[in-house]
């Protein structure tokens, strides 16, 4: 397909633009926040698992860069707002232009690029946990840096740039296990680009793989593992111990069910209704004698359209570039095991998928306007309206909803016995 382009110097003014107002949104009321109940657990964990190793007891059961970077960032930046939620807001940034410049090498189109960037931006259930200490934004912001790496080595053979994906890929592995998914997807992407590359010879071939595979498989887990430092040293436990806590940890993650039974009334837990209702993660905390409520909502003009694009170019499949082939391959293989899972996955996990579906979203707006001859007003009024949707969502994802117009959605959100 051939590529729609806009001037560099346009679009990368574009994507420093919008990553200028995704800070503002993340940043903005930062400090009026309270630490939620989720926070005061990182927090504490990440002291426990850095001076003892101790893996903690709320979230035991997830992989540990959380902690490193959590008591690192304190340590430095002082336990305030800013300090200990420091990674998330870094990673919560960095992902929105991310965003673009890998939809751009996928879509082939900078402006869809751009409109991808725009849905990343905006995105309320984003916003909220950029804002908290936790480390759901880890992976956007991992796997969208691993994939960018990757697809920059393909274009430029700079083995460098396989390493840094490969060492990135392990730290978004360190922080959830939902990276490996696209981490395979890519390493597979990779190993079809040099088996239908031309002009290698079979030894040139097998060489490129096996360097793949050293810098796709060995090197992530390699990094995987050294985040279990403290562990290891603090606690004198070894590789074998190591992977017996591997296990029990895999198994719990397939049952969890949370560790606070209210929440399960209130928050969306069913990944089957991500991109078919707007749904939307709560968190519940004090600000002095004031309740705050922070409550992070799907965007309807973005989400609900992922199933109806995904669907669009599962129809023109066999039209496709291996481009677009492969971010069907990133939603479906990241989307899918949450709907078949029977563990409770609220809609912050999702966001290990909204990336993908942003994408594809923006991918298929920009296909079917391409031809039109009012464009511009069509995308015009459809970002005016993701606009205006974005901005009562962004009050109540900053804790600005509480006691104003907004009350009766925080109400579907209030535990049943307070109702």
């Given at each position: 397909m051939k590529e729609e382009k806009i001037a560099p110097?346009?679009?990368?003014?574009?994507?420093?633009?919008?990553?200028?107002?995704?800070?503002?949104l993340r940043i903005y009321w930062l400090a009026d926040t309270q630490p939620t109940g989720d926070e005061y657990y990182t927090i504490a964990e990440a002291f426990d698992y850095m001076v003892r190793g101790h893996y903690g007891l709320e979230m035991w059961h997830h992989p540990k860069l959380r902690n490193i970077l959590v008591f690192l960032a304190i340590k430095f930046f002082g336990t305030n707002a800013e300090g200990f939620r420091l990674a998330s807001i870094v990673f919560g940034i960095l992902t929105i232009p991310l965003t673009g410049l890998v939809a751009k090498r996928l879509t082939r189109s900078d402006a869809a690029a751009l409109l991808a960037t725009?849905?990343?931006?905006?995105?309320?259930?984003?916003?909220?946990?950029?804002r908290q200490a936790i480390q759901e934004v880890y992976m956007p912001f991992f796997l969208l840096l691993g994939i960018y790496l990757a697809l920059r080595y393909k274009e430029h053979h700079n083995d460098i740039l396989l390493v840094l994906s490969g060492v990135v890929f392990g730290l978004g592995l360190a922080s959830k296990w939902n990276v490996a998914i696209p981490l395979?997807?890519?390493?597979?992407?990779?190993?079809?680009?040099?088996?239908?590359q031309g002009g290698l010879t079979a030894f040139e071939r097998s060489t490129e793989l096996l360097f793949l595979f050293a810098t796709m498989a060995v090197l992530p887990l390699t990094v995987y593992i050294l985040t279990y430092y403290p562990w290891l040293i603090h606690r004198g436990y070894d590789l074998g111990e190591w992977f017996t806590t591997q296990k029990i940890m895999f198994a719990e993650n397939l049952v969890h069910q949370g560790a606070?039974?209210?929440?399960?009334?209130?928050?969306?837990?069913?990944?089957?209704?991500?991109?078919?209702?707007?749904?939307?993660?709560?968190?519940?905390?004090?600000n002095g004698n004031e309740p705050v409520v922070v409550l992070g909502v799907s965007n309807p003009f973005v989400w609900l359209l992922t199933l109806p694009a995904i669907g669009y170019l599962m129809l023109q499949v066999r039209k496709l570039d291996r481009q677009h082939l492969f971010i069907?391959?990133?939603?479906?293989?990241?989307?899918?095991?949450?709907?078949?899972?029977?563990?409770l996955t609220g809609a912050n996990t999702a966001l290990t998928v909204t990336p993908f579906a942003f994408i594809a979203v923006a991918s298929v707006i920009m296909k079917l306007?391409?031809?039109?001859?009012?464009?511009?007003?069509y995308v015009s009024v459809y970002i005016s309206l993701v606009f205006l949707t974005a901005l009562p969502l962004y009050l109540l994802a900053v804790g600005k909803g509480y006691g104003t117009i907004l009350q009766p959605i925080l109400e579907l959100y209030r535990p049943m016995h307070e109702r």
């Open positions: 110097r346009l679009f990368f003014a574009i994507l420093s633009f919008l990553t200028i107002i995704g800070a503002v725009l849905f990343m931006t905006l995105d309320a259930i984003h916003i909220e946990l950029s395979i997807l890519t390493l597979m992407f990779l190993a079809y680009l040099i088996l239908k606070n039974p209210e929440m399960l009334q209130v928050q969306d837990h069913t990944p089957l209704l991500w991109f078919v209702r707007p749904v939307g993660f709560a968190d519940f905390l004090m069907l391959a990133l939603f479906w293989c990241s989307y899918l095991p949450f709907v078949l899972s029977r563990r306007l391409k031809e039109k001859p009012h464009r511009n007003y």
